[in-house]
């Protein structure tokens, strides 16, 4: 059983939006240190963006304002990534996971993460 469920996936087109959300089952995401990842057809798991135990957000994919945002809401155990402006290099599988209790920081390497969610997919597209 997924402890963290993936949803909001969905075909959009190039320069539309979608937020997808990441929902963790029987513990507090208030305690670790989360991250959003994607994996394209043939292409390795990339970090996108992560926010650490401090309430720092990291962003590793698109250094354009904006375009990828990260936002955690406690009273909901969830977090969001935030996607505007879609392109279709952005079609991936995307998964949220969680580092091991007691890690403070940010990594975007996905051997860095414990759990993970199942993904959900993102395709963008004309």
């Known amino acids: 059983q997924w402890r963290l469920v993936e949803s909001g996936g969905g075909f959009v087109q190039p320069g539309e939006s979608l937020r997808l959300s990441c929902t963790a089952k029987g513990y507090s995401l208030r305690n670790y240190v989360i991250g959003w990842f994607r994996q394209a057809p043939g292409k390795e798991r990339e970090g996108v963006s992560c926010?650490?135990?401090?309430?720092?957000?990291?962003l590793y994919v698109d250094a354009v304002p904006g375009r990828f945002t990260i936002v955690k809401d406690n009273s909901l155990n969830t977090v969001y990534l935030e996607m505007n402006r879609l392109e279709p290099d952005d079609t991936a599988v995307y998964y949220c996971?969680?580092?091991?209790?007691?890690?403070?920081?940010?990594?975007?390497?996905?051997?860095?993460?414990?759990?993970w969610g199942q993904g959900t997919q993102v395709t963008v597209s004309s």
């Open positions: 926010l650490s135990r401090k309430g720092l957000t990291t």
């Open positions: 996971a969680t580092q091991s209790l007691g890690y403070w920081d940010c990594s975007g390497l996905p051997r860095d993460y414990v759990d």
